[in-house]
């Protein structure tokens, strides 16, 4: 649905690795800084660069596609090694200057700006790098080791899935262009990270939580989803440019639909179904969730709170039109939550998704930390005469910056 006939103008809350409801339908393109537009390129190019059958057979990790033209000199070498297999010094250097070039830091005091702000050196950078081939490397070797396959028709269905959130595959693919990816390239994307997803269910497993473990987060995190409410919103969407004349027609339609609620005309339901402009909604009666698990505009939120269960809100005005609002749902407990029943199922299983995130989160993070351990990663000193290499003295932190 548009975004425009939501009262929901903030990003719903999710568990982390999870989508919300607004970025499954979220059209609108979003701005990325330049810091995290340099870290999308250096993973993706980094991704894109590596070829683990070419890894194997050579023994050398290096880059393999790419325009090898440069206005730089290569020092050649090794820059480190990953269970013996070779790190080239010049796939590193043409890493970092691919990232340095294509973002504007081709001078030396713009390159060396950035790298103070971003709190780096030249070599922590450089072993930065090191560290994302080296642990790509690893992650294709686990794979490969567990016989983990992802199939033409997982990507296919992956790909539709995010198509579909964006409006399509047109709309889709100018996004992903913006970022620097083709179809082809983000589909290659997709593979490595559905197959990561399926090592991490195989290597390190986690159990659905029990009903105690739902129980002992939310007593943890009690002030957050106390005295949620569920509600159904009615809306009467009125566009940014809309004259008086149309604005008082709209809240004229939302009254009357307000007055036929009030006299038992029609039902809230289906006052909905015949008046409302919220298509995410309409489908369900209205219903737009728990407010503890999501974010409404103010006024809406404002009128939210003030209500009982089964209880009617007059016209409630937003940028976005006229509201009317039914609380259909609330939660609260005064000291702690004692049985799983108390909690509604919504909120239930909203904190499962948490609870289990973050413990398929720990699994993964101990096996993976124990794999690098036991990984014989060399690396080797930087060559002084890298391209990249420039002086950091005298160099303050730009304002607003992380240093």
Known sequence: MPLNKNPRVKRDAAPEGQPTKSQAK???KETLSKGVKILIVAIGCAAMLLSVTAMACSGVLSQITGDNSEDYELTGGVAATVSGVNITEDTITKQIMAVRNAYGYGSEGSWAQYLVDAGQTPESYREQTINSYAEQYLQQQAISENDITVTD??????WQN?????GGEDA??????????????YKQSLSNSLALDKLKEKVCPVDDPSDQDIIDYLNENLDTYNDARRSSNLLVSVASDATDEEKADAKAKAQEALDKINSGELSFED???????DSGSKEDGGDVGWDKLTSFVTEYQDALSALSVDQVSGIVESTYGYHIIKCTGYFHVDNEVTSIDEVPEEIRTYISNIVKTQAESSAWTEWWNNYKEQADIQINPMPENV????????????????Q
């Open 162 to 166: 995010a198509a579909a959130s964006y």
């Open 387 to 402: 391209p990249y290499n420039v002086s950091l003295d005298g160099v303050e932190p730009s304002n607003g910056s992380a």
């Open 172 to 185: 889709f693919i100018e996004q992903l262009s913006s970022y620097g990816y083709t179809e082809d390239s």
């Open 271 to 277: 006052a909905v179904e015949q008046y409302s402009d």
């Open 26 to 28: 979220k059209s609108k």
């Open 153 to 158: 028709e997982d990507i296919e269905e992956a």
